[in-house]
Structures are given as C-alpha cells and as structure tokens.
T-cell receptor, first 109, second 117 residues
Framework: KNEVEQSPQNLTAQEGEFITINCSYS?????LHWLQQHPGGGIVSLFM???GKKKHGRLIATINIQEKHSSLHITASHPRDSAVYIC???????????FGKGTHLIIQP | SAVISQKPSRDICQRGTSLTIQCQVD?????MFWYRQQPGQSLTLIAT?????????ESGFVIDKFPISRPNLTFSTLTVSNMSPEDSSIYLC??????????????FGPGTRLTVL
C-alpha cells in the first residue's frame, strides 16, 4: 500500500508570498492529484499529474516520477488561497486514491 | 466535467440506527468511489462501486457495516449500519472523468456530514 507524506502539515504566510507544499510517496503510481478542501468540507481537484509540470493561473504543480515526489506552488498568494491542500495518488483503474494528511495553509492579509 | 450531488448533506443520528447516503452524478461513469473523512483526519477509501457487480471494499471496511448499491451508471448509495459515535465523519462519493481533456480527473461530491450521538 502506498504511503503518502506531505510537508509541511501547517503553513502560515503573508499575502504575496511564494508557497511550496511537498508530497512524497512510496510506491510507483499512475497519477498524482492535488486537491483543495475548504472549511465547509467541499473538495476541488486542482491538478492531475502523471509526469512533468502543469500550471493553472497562480498554481503550479510538478512531479518527479523517479524520485516519487511532487510539489505544489502558489505564486502571489492571497487570503482566498487559505484551505487544506491534499496530495493523493492512484495506481489507476479501480484503485481509488490514497491520500496524504493534508497541508493546512493560512494566508494572512 | 462531472457534477455530483449527495443527499443528505448532513444528519444527526442515534446510536444503533442506519443511514443511507445517496450519490447522483450528471453523467454516466464506470466507477464510483466512497470515502470517509473522520474529524481532523484525511480521507480514506471505503469501497469502489462498479455498476453490475459487487463493491470492492478496502481493508478495515466490510459489506455488513457499509452496504453499497450501484443500480445504474449515474447513481449509488452507501449505508452506514448500526452506527456508533466512531462513525461520525464526512462521507464523500467521487468519480473519475474520462472525457478527452480531463482523463482521470477526480470529481467529488459535496459530502455528507454525519454525527452519531
């Protein structure tokens, strides 16, 4: 079973700062997901990666398959980015997702 | 994309009773996943539900406690049986979208927040 580790667990930063959240996993995967969960519990998929790098607005996600590591970056962070960011991996097919414990991000104005 | 609705959105139940959670998707999907998020914890996969076959349960979850139905390609139910306070969690259903530009993207329902007294 895959072990998914995220760091940091908690992160408080000032508005405008560059944010990096890291994720490592123990077993080869078919895809890695970055998810965002807001205080009400709703979950939104940010990225699905199987290789390389993806960018959407101020969010950038990278993955290194050989090192079993992914990072999520937020540029020009804003208080509305405050949420829990969750890394999840899958072997594909009917495997479902295995989740990290999440990174609780607070961006202060 | 896939839009998912869940009912109920929240409930407070008595110990020993059962609750059935419904998950409706606006498009046909092969696999639906049920997850649990206990307070302060991350999500854990309960089971995978394919239409026309028995659900596949993860270690630590059994059919007698969490029976699942999957009568068609847009709908599934999860029942939490003989509830105890330890079952207090958010329960989420999820699907994979396999449309061209969004292959393998995951979509989540809004969740059902269950409190067992």
């Amino acid at each position: 079973k895959n072990e998914v580790e995220q760091s940091p667990q908690n992160l408080t930063a000032q508005e405008g700062e560059f944010i990096t959240i890291n994720c490592s996993y123990s077993v080869g995967i078919s895809a890695l997901h970055w998810l965002q969960q807001h205080p009400g519990g709703g979950i939104v998929s940010l990225f699905m990666l199987s290789s390389g790098k993806k960018k959407h607005g101020r969010l950038i996600a990278t993955i290194n398959i050989q090192e079993k590591h992914s990072s999520l970056h937020i540029t020009a962070s804003h208080p509305r980015d405050s949420a829990v960011y969750i890394c999840a991996v899958t072997g594909g097919g009917a495997d479902g997702l295995t989740f990290g414990k999440g990174t609780h991000l607070i961006i202060q104005p | 994309s896939a839009v998912i609705s869940q009912k109920p959105s929240r409930d407070i139940c008595q110990r020993g009773t059962s609750l059935t959670i419904q998950c409706q998707v606006d498009s046909q999907v092969t696999m639906m996943f049920w997850y649990r998020q206990q307070p302060g914890q991350s999500l854990t996969l309960i089971a995978t539900a394919n239409q026309g076959s028995e659900a596949t349960y993860e270690s630590g979850f059994v059919i007698d406690k969490f029976p699942i139905s999957r009568p068609n390609l847009t709908f599934s139910t999860l029942t939490v049986s003989n509830m105890s306070p330890e079952d207090s969690s958010i329960y989420l259903c999820s699907v994979e979208a396999r449309a061209a530009a969004r292959y393998n993207e995951q979509f989540f329902g809004p969740g059902t927040r269950l409190t067992v007294l």
